[in-house]
């Protein structure tokens, strides 16, 4: 089962992230496996919400670009580099690839085994140097085990093909020597008195039990097979570790996290086909081929609270929304196949959720009333903004009965918490809760402060308009417009930069709008300060 992402803007307040908690906590509820998740940093309101009623915090989303673990790669495609050339070889054929990545015991990467190697190795390598194991070479000779002493098998590779009147009158064997040889009683007693590392005995020859006897003493390893000694020698150098080959010099690696649009710049550059793919602390995952690379996992995902790309998470265009939740004006949002758009003329988010939750008969446990609650009570103002509807009121009273609070107290609490300004500077203030819109060609942004305590931001009233005039020239809008909107006396004052004076004196019909100019009544950014601005706006 794949994970959907539930997060909202990239300004998350309490109804944002609230949402995403409540929406996610339903869908794993219908046995779908969501997570919650947050763009940026949260108000301190949100905290004091989370905080109240013990609920953890959403981890950061920074974007939902197509990654590398999202391609269909060859997972688990590698080798340990004790494997031998020929399994190394079978086991690309197998699979149709022509290269393998190399590990070590701990799954680490140490390289990148091509058939271009393999190749080179046939040609030029060395034949008669041994690098191995007993298993190795049983497997690859199709041998039987006669006698073992030693997992590790390294020497000098010959073959009894004098006569043995030569050999034994000419040859000195050694305790590095590994000697193929036939049913050649004589030869077999020289070898096993010297000590060789290894007799591979060819055509299934008898061995005398008396020469096996003395291997036992001398630690003679000894394997039978049925091939002829053209055969074993052609085959032996195969049961090697394939580490021993050089391999490709520096194989280009890419981590699975990497973006994929990245890696297909640099692998364009690069222009080989076979790239290894690894995860944490040099783990290795696999291997990507750029010839097969067609099948793509897309992050899915499910918005709530929003339906503009712009206040969306980076990369939302590589992504797959399944769902979007809002009680937004539509945006400019588009999909590639139909999905779930759930848009209500209420005054949260939450309140849909509610509904959703009431529609699939799941009930709404106490943690999960306070946080749909919360963001009730913050995106209506404690159900004050022009905004909240009948059921916006409705699903405020059921949800404060679950979550076992006096919503007009807890409300309270909540403002206090989240409209202190203690230890902010202007910019962070202005910063918290902005959002951008457009009309054509022309952006502009409107930030929104709720406070109880007007005093602490006209006092420093020139600070902040030079803030909001060099946020206006920073973002590239015509003007930016600064609603501190004080919840007692619900209404707002108005601060904003250059570019929004003469809208605002057409809009109130005055010669001069004064900075911090209060206009009772306005406290919803969305339905009465966007649209009004829009109207007038050339």
Same mark, same amino acid.
């Given at each position: 089962?794949?994970?959907?992402?539930?997060?909202?803007?990239?300004?998350? !307040?309490?109804?944002?992230?609230?949402?995403?908690?409540?929406?996610?906590?339903?869908?794993?509820?219908?046995?779908?496996?969501?997570?919650?998740?947050?763009?940026?940093? %949260?108000?301190?309101?949100?905290?004091?919400?989370?905080?109240?009623?013990?609920?953890?915090?959403?981890?950061?989303?920074?974007? #939902?670009?197509?990654?590398?673990?999202?391609?269909? /790669?060859?997972?688990? /495609?590698?080798?340990? !580099?004790?494997?031998?050339?020929?399994?190394?070889?079978?086991?690309?054929?197998?699979?149709?690839?022509?290269? #393998?990545?190399?590990?070590?015991?701990?799954?680490?990467?140490?390289?990148?085994?091509?058939?271009?190697?393999?190749?080179?190795?046939?040609?030029?390598?060395?034949?008669?140097?041994?690098?191995?194991?007993?298993?190795?070479?049983?497997?690859?000779?199709?041998?039987?085990?006669?006698?073992?002493?030693?997992?590790?098998?390294?020497?000098?590779?010959?073959?009894?093909?004098?006569?043995?009147?030569?050999?034994?009158?000419? &040859?000195?064997?050694?305790?590095?020597?590994?000697?193929?040889?036939? !049913?050649?009683?004589?030869?077999?007693?020289?070898?096993?008195?010297?000590?060789?590392?290894?007799? %591979?005995?060819?055509?299934? @020859?008898?061995?005398?039990?008396?020469?096996?006897?003395?291997?036992?003493?001398?630690?003679?390893?000894?394997?039978?097979?049925?091939?002829?000694?053209?055969?074993?020698?052609?085959?032996? @150098?195969?049961?090697?570790?394939?580490?021993?080959?050089?391999?490709?010099?520096?194989? /280009?690696?890419?981590?699975?996290?990497?973006?994929?649009?990245?890696?297909?710049?640099?692998?364009?550059?690069?222009?080989?086909?076979?790239?290894?793919?690894? @995860?944490?602390?040099?783990?290795?995952?696999? %291997?990507?081929?750029?010839?097969?690379?067609?099948?793509?996992?897309?992050?899915?995902?499910?918005?709530?609270?929003?339906?503009?790309?712009?206040?969306? #998470?980076? @990369?939302?265009?590589?992504?797959?929304? &399944?769902?979007?939740?809002?009680?937004?004006?539509?945006?400019?949002?588009?999909?590639?196949?139909?999905?779930?758009?759930?848009?209500?003329?209420?005054?949260?988010?939450?309140?849909?959720?509610?509904?959703? /939750?009431?529609?699939?008969?799941?009930?709404?446990?106490?943690?999960?009333?306070?946080?749909?609650?919360?963001? &009730?009570?913050?995106?209506?103002?404690?159900?004050?903004?022009?905004?909240?509807?009948?059921?916006?009121?409705?699903?405020?009273?059921?949800?404060?009965?679950?979550?076992?609070?006096?919503?007009? !107290?807890?409300?309270?609490?909540?403002?206090?918490?989240?409209?202190?300004?203690?230890?902010?500077?202007?910019?962070?203030?202005?910063?918290?809760?902005?959002?951008?819109?457009?009309? *054509?060609?022309?952006?502009?942004?409107?930030?929104?402060?709720? =406070?109880?305590?007007?005093?602490?931001?006209?006092?420093?009233?020139?600070?902040?308009?030079?803030?909001?005039?060099?946020?206006? *020239?920073?973002?590239?809008?015509?003007?930016?417009?600064?609603? #501190?909107?004080?919840?007692? *006396?619900?209404?707002?004052?108005?601060?904003?930069?250059?570019?929004?004076?003469?809208?605002?004196?057409?809009?109130?019909?005055?010669? =001069?709008?004064?900075?911090?100019?209060?206009?009772?009544?306005?406290?919803?950014?969305?339905?009465?300060?966007?649209?009004?601005?829009?109207?007038?706006?050339?």
């Amino acid at each position: 089962m794949e994970k959907i992402y539930i997060f909202g803007h990239q300004k998350p !307040d309490t109804d944002s992230v609230t949402s995403a908690i409540s929406l996610s906590y339903l869908k794993n509820q219908l046995g779908q496996e969501a997570e919650p998740r947050v763009l940026g940093d %949260l108000m301190d309101e949100t905290k004091f919400v989370l905080d109240y009623f013990g609920v953890k915090t959403p981890q950061l989303l920074n974007d #939902v670009k197509l990654q590398l673990k999202d391609l269909n /790669y060859h997972k688990g /495609y590698f080798l340990r !580099d004790t494997t031998s050339i020929k399994k190394t070889y079978d086991y690309m054929m197998e699979r149709g690839i022509t290269g #393998v990545p190399l590990v070590d015991e701990n799954q680490k990467f140490l390289g990148l085994i091509t058939i271009k190697d393999i190749a080179k190795c046939l040609i030029h390598g060395d034949f008669d140097t041994m690098d191995t194991s007993y298993d190795n070479i049983l497997e690859t000779l199709n041998g039987e085990e006669i006698l073992r002493f030693d997992e590790e098998i390294q020497g000098k590779l010959m073959a009894a093909s004098y006569r043995s009147t030569t050999i034994l009158n000419t &040859i000195s064997l050694h305790k590095e020597d590994i000697l193929i040889v036939g !049913d050649r009683h004589s030869i077999i007693e020289y070898a096993v008195e010297s000590g060789v590392k290894l007799i %591979l005995m060819v055509g299934n @020859g008898i061995i005398k039990e008396e020469h096996l006897e003395r291997a036992r003493q001398n630690h003679v390893n000894i394997i039978r097979t049925k091939e002829d000694t053209f055969h074993t020698a052609k085959m032996i @150098g195969l049961s090697n570790y394939i580490r021993i080959l050089n391999g490709t010099d520096r194989p /280009y690696t890419f981590d699975e996290e990497s973006y994929y649009d990245d890696f297909l710049t640099k692998t364009s550059q690069l222009k080989h086909n076979n790239y290894p793919i690894i @995860g944490k602390r040099g783990i290795c995952k696999g %291997l990507i081929r750029i010839t097969e690379i067609t099948e793509k996992r897309k992050k899915k995902v499910i918005l709530v609270d929003h339906n503009e790309q712009e206040q969306s #998470v980076d @990369g939302l265009e590589e992504a797959e929304i &399944i769902e979007v939740v809002d009680h937004h004006n539509i945006g400019n949002l588009s999909t590639n196949n139909p999905i779930d758009f759930r848009i209500m003329t209420v005054g949260c988010t939450n309140t849909i959720i509610y509904k959703l /939750y009431q529609e699939n008969h799941v009930t709404i446990p106490k943690q999960i009333a306070g946080l749909m609650l919360s963001g &009730i009570l913050s995106d209506t103002l404690a159900l004050t903004s022009p905004t909240t509807t009948e059921l916006d009121k409705k699903a405020c009273e059921e949800l404060a009965k679950l979550a076992e609070v006096s919503y007009r !107290d807890y409300a309270l609490e909540m403002f206090k918490a989240g409209t202190s300004l203690t230890g902010k500077s202007e910019e962070e203030i202005i910063m918290t809760d902005i959002k951008s819109f457009q009309k *054509q060609d022309d952006k502009f942004s409107i930030s929104q402060v709720f =406070t109880l305590n007007y005093e602490e931001i006209l006092n420093k009233k020139e600070t902040y308009v030079e803030w909001i005039s060099k946020i206006a *020239q920073m973002r590239g809008n015509r003007f930016v417009l600064l609603l #501190v909107t004080d919840i007692m *006396q619900n209404g707002s004052y108005l601060f904003y930069s250059e570019g929004a004076s003469e809208i605002l004196k057409t809009v109130f019909h005055k010669e =001069t709008i004064p900075q911090g100019y209060y206009v009772d009544g306005w406290v919803s950014r969305k339905k009465q300060v966007v649209p009004i601005l829009m109207d007038y706006m050339n």
